[in-house]
């Protein structure tokens, strides 16, 4: 199993760009589908992205779509979120998470086998 570390989290204005990175340990890395979810204060953990095990297939938030881009480098057993055009409503904590299987259903569900520990994401307006 893969354990996940998550970094890239910072405060940037509203408009602006943040990159972050989920480096995960382990040989099996391109075995496992990526993928993002946040959680905003007072408010559950939500979907936001995720990527086939090769990166050829995603899904987005629909809140996310056309904003963020989720990308893997499975040489360096990497999966990134770039985040554009950042809103105050995406201010939250972001949580990368890995599993096996692929699905819309399994990964909206966020029923996932491996996650990371979070990285803070603060837009100011």
């Known amino acids: 199993q893969v354990q996940l570390l998550a970094s890239g989290g910072g405060l940037v204005q509203a408009g602006g760009s943040l990159r972050l990175s989920c480096a995960a340990s382990?040989?099996?890395?391109?075995?496992?589908?990526m993928g993002w979810f946040r959680q905003a204060p007072g408010k559950e953990r939500e979907f936001v992205a995720a990527?086939?095990?090769?990166?050829?297939?995603?899904y987005y938030a629909d809140s996310v779509k056309g904003r963020f881009t989720i990308s893997r480098d499975n040489a360096k057993n990497t999966v990134y979120l770039q985040m554009n055009s950042l809103k105050p409503e995406d201010t939250a904590v972001y949580y990368c998470?890995?599993?096996?299987?692929?699905?819309?259903?399994?990964?909206?569900?966020?029923?996932?086998?491996?996650w990371g520990q979070g990285t803070l994401v603060t837009v100011s307006s």
């Open positions: 382990g040989r099996t890395f391109s075995s496992y589908a």
């Open positions: 998470a890995a599993d096996r299987a692929w699905g819309r259903s399994r990964w909206y569900s966020g029923n996932l086998e491996v």
């Open positions: 990527s086939s095990w090769s990166g050829g297939n995603t």
